[in-house]
């Protein structure tokens, strides 16, 4: 859910930018700089981020500020790394912005709802499943990228629209009654595209996967 052009009041701006920038600093410093000393990781990490300005553009709004739309942040999470995925979708939503118009002084709820929720959801999803389920290829699949993807959009899109309500002043039986119910569906959307990157991604360049180890997923150790 896209608020970059809601208004928000003072307090609710300033509590975003007070839970996005503890996230980010600590995303900067966990980031593997020295991957990007290879010119592929850099590039599949920058369009990587161009796909994503891409794909939050394409959306629908119904009512005034709930807007739907895929994210592709999990896919992001799994292919690059929470740090990763964390610092790309900062600058996507600088882009985004940019490029689309929106509020500047949002881009802290943004960061929050659109990346740092989906990003946290994907990692635990995918740490969990490491550790309690088979080391298999299907289990990587069907759980950290299919169930992961569509749980992080859901997650998105709750926080999202906790943040209309409670901070933007949109009636709750209209959100949660009426635009809410539709994120079941976009997250099975969400869940089928990330499955099919991810499935494609580990088939044909496992070594651009960070998430994905083929000594685990396909020798079971």
Not at 69 to 75: F, K, N, P, R
Not at 87 to 111: C, D, K, Q, T
């Amino acid at each position: 859910m896209d608020l970059t052009a809601v208004a928000f009041p003072p307090g609710w701006i300033a509590a975003g930018w007070v839970a996005a920038v503890p996230v980010l600093a600590l995303a900067l410093r966990a980031v593997p700089w020295r991957r990007f000393g290879e010119s592929e990781p850099v590039h599949v990490w920058y369009g990587t981020i161009f796909t994503l300005v891409v794909l939050w553009n394409v959306q629908a709004t119904v009512g005034e500020g709930f807007t739907f739309h895929l994210l592709g942040v999990a896919a992001f999470a799994l292919l690059a790394g929470p740090g990763l995925a964390l610092v790309g979708g900062a600058a996507a939503i600088i882009l985004l912005i940019a490029v689309r118009g929106g509020l500047w002084h949002n881009a802290g709820l943004a960061f929050v709802t659109m990346v740092a929720v989906p990003v946290a959801t994907t990692w635990l999803v995918h740490r969990v499943a490491e550790r309690r389920l088979p080391p298999n290829f299907f289990v990587y699949v069907f759980v950290a990228a299919f169930f992961g993807a569509g749980l992080s959009l859901a997650a998105a899109g709750i926080a999202g629209a906790t943040a209309l309500t409670a901070g933007a002043g949109r009636p709750p039986d209209l959100v949660f009654g009426e635009y809410v119910p539709y994120l079941l569906y976009l997250a099975f959307g969400e869940a089928t595209l990330t499955g099919m990157v991810l499935t494609l991604a580990v088939v044909y360049r496992p070594q651009r996967v960070a998430t994905f180890d083929d000594a685990r997923y396909l020798d079971g150790r």
